[in-house]
């Protein structure tokens, strides 16, 4: 079956808690992953309002950074250090938003194919894990690919929340900023279950891919001393003496 299993990712759910769950752990472990696509689905569109808000403040400052500091320094009412804090915050949220979308894909795709191949998400990223340790190829290409979208996703998702503090403590009625301070932090923790399920998924499938090929080389070397042995007994047995052919006793009796 694993052979015929297409570009298959990606469970992603606190998969140890509810293997071999039968159909209601099944069922429950989809939902958790439908609720985690949304909950990721929900801080990626905060990040990107938050962006788009922030996106003054970064106009403010390229306009500031091309007047001389002699004027700048001149300025009153205008909280310049507050203003450039809000620009790296635009800075770091609008790099960061497509980072949440690609994560956000990898999910759903892995929803996408437990669904369509009839399995919780705990037994796809099995499949998935094993296929890379086992066949190579394209399967680990495919497999470390939407690992290093989720591992971005928590790195970024980290800077994000440091900014959205920043901001919040500015100015707390930024449109999104709010919602995105508290439910990053949600998301952050997701992720930590993520990145648990896909640890253990991954030691558990080279440990497989280690036992079998161990298994292999006994095989392979039994069968070499098979054939050793074979060809031992071939070298040491005597020399098989000719029978004479029926023609050649008519000749020794005349």
Do not use: C, W
């Not at 296929?131 to 495919?142: C, D, K, L, P, V």
């Not at 100015?171 to 253990?200: E, P, R």
């Amino acid at each position: 079956m694993k052979k015929h299993i297409t570009i298959f990712l990606v469970s992603l759910t606190s998969a140890s808690a509810h293997a071999g769950g039968g159909a209601t752990g099944g069922a429950t472990e989809v939902t958790q992953l439908l609720n985690h696509i949304e909950l990721v689905a929900q801080v990626g569109e905060a990040v990107q309002t938050t962006s788009n808000t922030l996106m003054t403040a970064q106009a403010t400052m390229q306009m500031l950074r091309q007047l001389s500091p002699d004027v700048v320094s001149q300025m009153t009412g205008l909280p310049i250090d507050q203003v450039e804090k809000m620009a790296e915050a635009y800075t770091v949220m609008s790099q960061a938003t497509q980072v949440y979308q690609d994560a956000e894909a990898v999910l759903r795709k892995a929803q996408q194919d437990a669904a369509r191949l009839k399995i919780p998400p705990s037994e796809l990223l099995r499949y998935k894990a094993e296929a890379a340790y086992r066949h190579g190829g394209i399967y680990q290409q495919t497999y470390e690919q939407e690992q290093a979208k989720l591992k971005r996703l928590a790195e970024v998702s980290a800077d994000v929340q440091r900014q959205a503090e920043e901001v919040k403590s500015i100015d707390a009625n930024v449109k999104g900023i709010q919602f995105l301070a508290g439910q990053n932090v949600k998301m952050q923790a997701v992720l930590g279950l993520i990145g648990d399920s896909i640890h253990t998924a991954n030691a558990n499938a080279a440990r497989e891919a280690a036992l079998k090929q161990a298994e292999l080389e006994r095989v392979q070397k039994r069968e070499a001393e098979l054939m050793d042995a074979i060809k031992r007994k071939e070298l040491e047995a005597p020399p098989v003496t000719r029978l004479p052919l029926p023609h050649e006793f008519a000749k020794g009796g005349k």
